[in-house]
């Protein structure tokens, strides 16, 4: 868990160098075997959303840590990156309101950035 949480913190610190809006982590370990974090945020527009996944991959690779897949990038409006441990979710702000995943994982624990 300690490993997730630092991927967690690598995650949300290179969201927020690029800007990222509204970094929201939720602790999913107890609710789901499928990682221990969901992190989620959205981008004014599709560069930047694509900007900020670009940012999330080169800053966790640094530390070690490669994606074992990513789905959407390009499409600029919901791209997934799973680290196993942790998934990463960047939206456009249309989307996010749309699929609502904190809503749909309000069973997990939210954390403050700040906590990680």
């Excluded at 800053?59 to 441990?85: F, H, I, N, T």
């Amino acid at each position: 868990m300690e490993q997730s949480k630092e991927m967690a913190r690598i995650a949300c610190k290179a969201l927020e160098e690029k800007k990222g809006e509204d970094i929201c982590v939720i602790d999913i370990a107890d609710v789901s075997v499928l990682a221990d974090y969901f992190i989620i945020a959205n981008g004014s527009n599709s560069n930047q959303v694509n900007a900020l996944v670009d940012s999330v991959e080169e800053e966790l690779s640094k530390a070690g840590y490669e994606a074992k897949q990513r789905e959407g990038y390009g499409m600029g409006s919901w791209v997934l990156l799973d680290y196993s441990d942790i998934i990463v979710h960047v939206f456009d702000k249309e989307n996010r309101l749309f699929y609502d995943l904190e809503r749909i994982w309000k069973d997990g624990k939210r954390i403050e950035v700040k906590d990680l």
